[in-house]
């Protein structure tokens, strides 16, 4: 058997791809990321001990984690739809959304560090 009967052997029908697994890893890495926005935010609340320009942030961390779980939970019905009716499943205003978020917890905890006497 010669290289072209190798190759002819090797050019077969690829599975289809299943849409359904990209947008479950998506689901998940969204899920992963706001348990640890809430839990960063939870220790940033415990730390704070009731000093409130402390405790705000990490408050608002733990609603943002929930969001982010919440709107990751959401957004896998949707990719899936979207990527079968070959739309886009894109959302740019999330990931700003995200890194404002994260942004925000990271400006209060350098706050936290240089006020503090860790």
């Given amino acids: 058997m010669g290289i072209g009967g190798l190759l002819a052997q090797r050019r077969r029908q690829e599975p289809p791809i299943d849409v359904g697994l990209a947008a479950e890893r998506t689901a998940m890495a969204w ?3 706001g348990l640890a926005v809430a839990a960063f935010s939870t220790l940033l609340v415990r730390v ?3 000093d409130l320009a402390l405790t705000a942030p990490g408050l608002l961390g733990m609603v943002l984690g929930l969001v982010l779980i919440v709107v990751g939970e959401r957004r896998y019905s949707k ?3 979207r ?3 070959d739309r886009t ?3 740019h205003g ?3 959304v995200l890194a404002l978020g994260i942004a925000g917890l990271s ?3 350098l706050i936290f560090v240089v006020t503090t006497e860790i």
Wanted: net charge neutral; no cysteine.
């Fill in 31 to 33: 899920q992963r990321t």
């Fill in 48 to 50: 704070a001990d009731r």
């Fill in 79 to 81: 990719i899936v739809e």
């Fill in 83 to 85: 990527v079968q009716t």
């Fill in 89 to 91: 499943p894109l959302a």
């Fill in 94 to 96: 999330l990931a700003g």
């Fill in 107 to 109: 400006a209060a905890s």
